[in-house]
């Protein structure tokens, strides 16, 4: 605490010293839009030549100028793809100076150029790239308006260093540089997002939709007044706001699945925006309402490793899924400008319904089974931001500050799933020898009886998560001169505080039961069944849904999923069972048991207190060359949670013992964030950057439960600290009229104390530890979280090349191109031991004992991290008419880690095509589009490494939309 105390001394003596060092100053400000369409551009460079002091203007084109002393100036504005400006200008003392200029796009030969729709997209998010003093990625307002994707994830994902996970074909989270997406923050208008689900503290994106976006940063290396919990990176999407002239939006789309071979998507948006006032009240709001169907087939295969030898296969599901996901979000911004003073308040609220219902047939090689299983599923997620931004001058300070609240709601009114099994199921002649082939052949020697298939069990569940976060900030930002060099200072602090719980509830009806005859008699009667002994297992057969077809089931080679559950069928016997009193006026008595062990192990509460506090310096010098930003951090961290420790495993006929119990847990560093920019001509930059950031352990790592079975625990370590990284960036960028945008850069990642499962074998009473109850003994595991000891190191290269052909002749000036190319390597070593085992002499045989561990350490990369990203789109626009095609290629990715190199896994390459066309109509404002997404049907497959063959593949198929959107002004 000393520290941080003598830190923040440093800008208490500046702000003493103010008045000696500080030459009478000005500001200037300003608006720069398009001559044309009067609309605002953003990503300007506006400087004063022969001096240090510029900006560059925000996403409303406005720019402001600190500490400007009295005096003539040459005020010159530029932009990529238009004509720059300058003009002479004076500034009186102390005194704000208004400039507000119109830019026309470029002339060749005496030929004025219209700016294509695709073109203007890409020559916003161009020009706010240069003009960045960081290393970001930026995806304009105009990119994002002329062809927008299904949600924002989708509209991050062709950015260089940027990969997608998905669900149901569609992207719902982000990885950035190779680091999963808990790494990672997200944000919306500089807000962070609350966690949507109960384990780690990864967003889904897939329920903001692009419409209410009015621009996306994706920030790789952190300054000082950014959170320092990033270590990929930080994407923040910028909502629309009032816009000067007074718009009216509505978007109407349906779509076809190919999957389903049906049509029954849409997708609705109605929005709008005004001034009033004198143009100092804004207003704007959108409503939209989606459904959009995300089934998937899917087949999974298991493999295991027998005596230190790979069996090639051991079981076989294949699954078909009916996944419906209704949307609904909205927006309402609010706000007020004055000359000092901007005030916003902005309020979203995100909604998801989807229903799944999982169809799975799994056919277990080793324990000679064939399962069927049932799966209903109803989930509600819901994300709400509100928050008020403030932004006051008081002389040449600038102090902004702001409260937000952010939520997330993630619950489970009821899932319902039921299984039954054929014992005995495949052909006698079969042998452990022939369990050695491929997945699909398991299917060809089983018997497939289901007359002797029973019913086994009903599950029901339901879960509550709740996530709600307050906080606050204040900043203060003022120019001045310290000899040659013109300086920004900005420094500030944040508060936060974070709730979060989470509530599981499971319970079954185990049919097979002996005791549960009662339910058996119920089922007999239900269904007829009159030559059924009630003694005996229940028949599968009525259950089975007679109705259902998979059709050409695309997960499979030459097997289609059957013989599967019917949906309402196995609801509505669940429900019936669980309302039952008496069956023929026999009394049920229990039919229905409590899960005790994932019903209460998983629960938990608490809270987060966070406090960070920066100092932010942006020294120029060198006539606007040099930009040098020497920032610090420091942050603060409390959590508390509260969950069950349990010493004994069971379900409600067993006696089951646990106990609460609270941890807490502080840290706090202090981060350097230093940046450096040069301007070596009008077209070329190099910017470096050291930063160090961290990532806070997920929820499911901290939360402070155990369970033990037997002589062996399951536990989390309460005192797990947070991995911490080490930055290095490199970047070149070169851009001319012509040439567009052309970076390349590298970057270095040094990763210490990145938290992974471990299993330690217990060797002697050394491994305990003191609270652990005395059932854990040696001979047994510990299964938990740990820091690891050993340092991951990643690095990568990037480049990216965004132009228009806007020089050429004729139609071809309509072109336009982006491609990116990412190459990440990452290297980690996975702590893991191994038991070294003495035989001790028993009678007539040896019995193993542990006597020590042994060291099972291995290499391998970094998990969802792929090698290689590579993405193209290639545009044209001529007058009304615009098409992009676009490929992303994504090479294999690490996905699940294991001791025996055998059973590790990594996704196969994949490469999705997507077309989007649009048309311009005779009626101003209207537009006729169409999408195909997944061209080319691509199967998105995870292979096991040491046969080559599939362990997880999903099929979604093709999907396309058609959609008109009209547009008011």
Do not use: C
Not at 336 to 360: C, G, P, V
């Amino acid at each position: 605490m000393k520290r941080l105390q003598n830190y923040l001394m440093i800008p208490i003596i500046l702000f003493l010293l103010l008045p000696g060092i500080i030459y009478a100053s000005s500001k200037i400000r300003g608006k720069v839009v398009d001559k044309g369409t009067g609309e605002p551009i953003p990503g300007a460079n506006v400087i004063l030549k022969n001096t240090n002091l510029g900006a560059a203007t925000d996403i409303e084109g406005e720019y402001i100028i600190l500490g400007v002393p009295p005096g003539k100036y040459t005020l010159q504005i530029s932009y990529l793809g238009y004509k720059p400006q300058q003009f002479e200008i004076e500034v009186p003392d102390n005194r704000t100076l208004e400039y507000n200029a119109q830019l026309e796009y470029m002339v060749l030969e005496g030929e004025e150029i219209l700016i294509t729709a695709q073109a203007e997209g890409q020559v916003q998010a161009i020009n706010q790239q240069k003009s960045a003093l960081t290393v970001k990625n930026i995806v304009s307002a105009a990119k994002i308006e002329e062809l927008p994707e299904a949600n924002a994830a989708e509209a991050v994902g062709r950015l260089p260093g940027i990969s997608l996970l998905r669900e149901g074909g569609e992207g719902s989270k982000v990885v950035i540089r190779g680091l999963s997406p808990q790494y990672n923050k997200i944000q919306l208008n500089g807000v962070s997002m609350a966690a949507t689900g109960e384990a780690d503290r990864s967003v889904d994106l897939s329920m903001i939709s692009p419409y209410i976006l009015s621009g996306i940063e994706v920030s790789k290396t952190a300054m000082a007044d950014q959170e320092a919990d990033q270590l990929g990176g930080t994407v923040n999407f910028i909502l629309k706001g009032a816009p000067k002239k007074p718009v009216f939006n509505f978007t109407a789309q349906g779509g076809y699945n190919g999957l389903r071979d049906e049509v029954g998507n849409y997708y609705y948006v109605l929005g709008g925006g005004k001034r009033f006032f004198d143009d100092k009240l804004g207003v704007f709001t959108q409503l939209n309402l989606e459904r959009t169907d995300r089934s998937s087939n899917s087949a999974g295969a298991g493999y295991q490793m027998q005596h230190d030898t790979l069996t090639l296969a051991n079981s076989l599901n294949l699954e078909d899924i009916d996944r419906v996901n209704k949307r609904m979000g909205g927006v309402l911004v609010l706000d007020y400008e004055s000359a000092a003073t901007k005030i916003k308040l902005s309020n979203t609220l995100n909604k998801i319904d989807i229903n799944t219902f999982l169809r799975q047939e799994n056919f277990d090689a080793v324990g000679r089974n064939h399962n069927y299983y049932g799966n209903y599923s109803e989930r509600n997620l819901l994300t709400m931001i509100n928050a008020l931004d403030v932004e006051q001058f008081i002389g040449d300070l600038k102090i902004t500050g702001g409260a937000s609240y952010s939520r997330s709601s993630n619950k489970l009114p009821e899932q319902i799933s039921m299984n039954a099994q054929e014992a005995n199921a495949f052909v006698r002649s079969w042998t452990w020898d022939d369990y050695q082939i491929y997945p699909f052949d398991i299917v060809t020697k089983a018997l497939n009886d289901t007359t002797k298939t029973y019913l086994n069990r009903f599950v029901k569940s339901n879960s509550d998560m709740l996530e709600e976060e307050e906080a606050a900030n204040l900043n203060f930002e003022w120019g001045f001169r310290i000899g040659e060099a013109d300086i920004k200072l900005k420094l500030g602090g944040e508060y936060k505080h974070k709730y979060k719980k989470y509530d599981y509830e499971q319970s079954e009806i185990p049919i097979a039961w002996n005791d549960l005859d009662i339910v058996r008699l119920y089922l007999k009667d239900r269904f007829g069944l009159t030559n059924y002994d009630i003694a005996g297992d229940f028949p599968y057969a009525p259950f089975i849904d007679r109705n259902y077809t998979a059709g050409d089931f695309k997960a499979g080679v030459d097997y289609t999923i059957s013989r599967v559950p019917d949906k309402n069928t196995m609801v509505d016997v669940y429900h019936e069972i669980e309302n039952l009193t008496s069956v023929r006026g026999i009394p049920t008595g229990k039919t229905i048991y409590y899960d005790y062990v994932p019903s209460i192990s998983n629960d938990y509460y608490g809270y987060e207190n966070y406090f960070g506090a920066y100092i932010l310096p942006t020294i120029t010098f060198g006539n606007n060359k040099v930009i040098f930003i020497p920032g610090f951090r420091y942050e603060y961290n409390k959590t508390e949670y509260t969950a069950n420790r349990s010493n004994s495993p069971g379900r409600d006929t067993d006696p089951y013992v646990y106990f609460s119990y609270t941890s807490t847990r502080k840290n706090n560093y202090l981060l350097p964030m230093i940046h450096l920019k040069y301007q070596v001509t009008d077209w070329f930059d190099v910017r470096a950057s050291y930063t160090q950031t961290l990532s806070r352990p997920d929820y499911n790592r901290i939360i402070p439960t155990w369970t033990t079975y037997g002589n062996s625990i399951t536990w989390n370590n309460v005192n797990l600290k947070p991995a911490e990284a080490k930055n290095l960036d490199l970047f070149f960028s070169f851009y001319t009229d012509k040439l567009g945008l052309l970076t390349f850069g590298v970057f270095n990642k040094q990763i210490k104390g990145f938290i992974y499962g471990a299993t330690t074998w217990i060797a002697d009473s050394s491994y305990l530890q003191p609270e652990w109850p005395e059932s854990v003994k040696p001979g047994g595991q510990i299964n938990g979280f740990i820091n690891n000891p050993n340092t991951a190191k990643l690095w990568g290269i990037e480049a990216e090349w965004q132009s228009n052909f806007w020089f050429l002749p004729g139609i071809w000036r309509g072109l336009v191109i982006n491609v990116n190319y990412t190459y990440t390597h990452s290297d980690l070593k996975y702590p893991r031991t191994v038991p070294i085992y003495e035989y001790i002499q028993v009678g007539p045989i040896k019995i193993p004992k542990i006597v020590g561990t042994g060291d099972g350490s291995y290499n391998a990369r970094l998990l969802d991290q792929p090698t290689h990203i590579f993405n193209f789109t290639v545009g044209f626009d001529y007058k009304g008419f615009s098409i992009r095609g676009s490929a992303q290629f994504k090479s294999d990715v690490f996905r699940a880690d294991n001791w025996y190199k055998e059973l590790q896994q990594t996704t196969d390459p994949l490469t999705l095509w997507t077309v989007k066309v649009r048309q311009m109509l005779p009626v101003d404002g209207l537009q006729i589009y169409f999408n195909v997404n997944n061209l080319t049907k691509a199967v998105d497959q995870t292979s096991n490494y040491g046969t080559g063959w599939f362990s997880y593949r999903s099929y979604y198929g093709l999907t396309a939309d058609l959609g008109i959107t009209y547009t008011l002004n």
